[in-house]
């Protein structure tokens, strides 16, 4: 099983963007389809992106679809979320997550990082 370290999370205005990164340790992270999650105060964890052990698919919630490009690089176990014009509805703790398979299912995630807060301002 991996182990995931999220980072890049911080304070912007709105429009402005942020880049996060996962960092995966352990074995076999190429066989992992990852993606990242996001829980806002009093709400529950939503998904936002996914992509493919290659990164040849990918997936995004609507509210991020155009603006959040996700990737990754195998040769270096991360995973990254580039987040594009973002807004305060956008202010969440991020989680990047593991899967054995392509998922909308928080469930069937069975490695998480920490999660790094994004705070949009208005």
């Known amino acids: 099983q991996v182990q995931l370290v999220e980072s890049g999370g911080g304070l912007v205005q709105a429009g402005g963007s942020l880049r996060l990164s996962c960092a995966a340790s352990?074995?076999?992270?190429?066989?992992?389809?990852m993606g990242w999650f996001r829980q806002a105060p009093g709400k529950e964890r939503e998904f936002v992106a996914q992509?493919?052990?290659?990164?040849?698919?990918?997936y995004y919630a609507d509210s991020v679809k155009g603006r959040f490009t996700i990737s990754r690089d195998n040769a270096k176990n991360t995973v990254s979320l580039q987040m594009s014009s973002l807004e305060p509805e956008d202010t969440a703790v991020y989680y990047c997550?593991?899967?054995?398979?392509?998922?909308?299912?928080?469930?069937?995630?069975?490695?998480w990082g920490q999660g790094t807060q994004v705070t949009v301002s208005s």
């Open positions: 992509i493919s052990w290659g990164g040849g698919n990918s």
């Open positions: 352990g074995r076999s992270f190429s066989s992992y389809a």
């Open positions: 997550a593991a899967a054995r398979v392509m998922t909308l299912s928080i469930g069937l995630y069975n490695a």
